[in-house]
């Protein structure tokens, strides 16, 4: 009986196929030994300030910042107007609504706390004077905080979102 090659590789082919399909069991280190992602210093959000910058339209804007720490914060919260120029104006009063936040300048919040800003822009600023981007930096250590607001114009009210509205941490930078 005469066996050709072919006949005899085939058992050999059939079995390196079945070693090939068989799937990798992955190596995962345990978490402790998992490289720590570096939590960021900063959180940047938007403002919906695309409306009508006329006469005939109002806009107020109200942002909020908690700290969910047990321990007191200290964050700086910047705002940018529509060429990334700074805005550091001072918030107003309005219907009870105070500020206790300048922006560019650091603040302490309380641990549990909430500090605030608002700002009337009534009908009497430009497109390009009002605020579009904001940015919470932290100053010393690792937070936990919350941030939200809203801006209010004759066209409706909307929502000022940072991180999905969830509570996010920062870390400050070290120093080399």
């Known amino acids: 009986m005469t066996i050709s090659w072919k006949t005899a590789m085939l058992p050999a082919a059939v079995a390196l196929s079945f070693v090939l399909i068989i799937p990798a069991i992955a190596n995962e280190p345990a978490p402790a030994e998992r490289p720590q992602l570096a939590l960021p210093s900063e959180m940047a959000f938007q403002l919906p300030m695309n409306n009508y910058c006329s006469q005939e339209d109002d806009l107020d804007v109200s942002f909020q910042l908690s700290n969910a720490s047990d321990e007191a914060a200290n964050v700086t919260l910047f705002f940018y107007k529509q060429d990334g120029t700074s805005f550091t104006e001072e918030g107003t009063s309005y219907r009870d609504i105070g500020s206790t936040i300048v922006?560019?300048?650091?603040?302490?919040?309380?641990?549990?706390?909430?500090?605030?800003?608002?700002?009337?822009?009534?009908?009497?600023?430009?497109?390009?004077?009002?605020?579009?981007?904001?940015?919470?930096?932290?100053?010393?250590?690792?937070?936990?905080?919350?941030?939200?607001?809203?801006?209010?114009?004759?066209?409706?009210?909307?929502?000022?979102?940072?991180?999905?509205?969830?509570?996010?941490e920062l870390i400050a930078p070290t120093k080399p």
């Open 103 to 168: 922006p560019g300048k650091p603040t302490t919040i309380a641990a549990n706390g909430t500090q605030l800003y608002h700002i009337n822009f009534g009908n009497h600023k430009t497109c390009g004077e009002r605020i579009y981007l904001g940015k919470i930096k932290v100053n010393s250590g690792q937070v936990s905080l919350l941030a939200r607001g809203w801006v209010n114009s004759t066209d409706g009210v909307e929502p000022i979102t940072v991180n999905d509205n969830k509570r996010f």
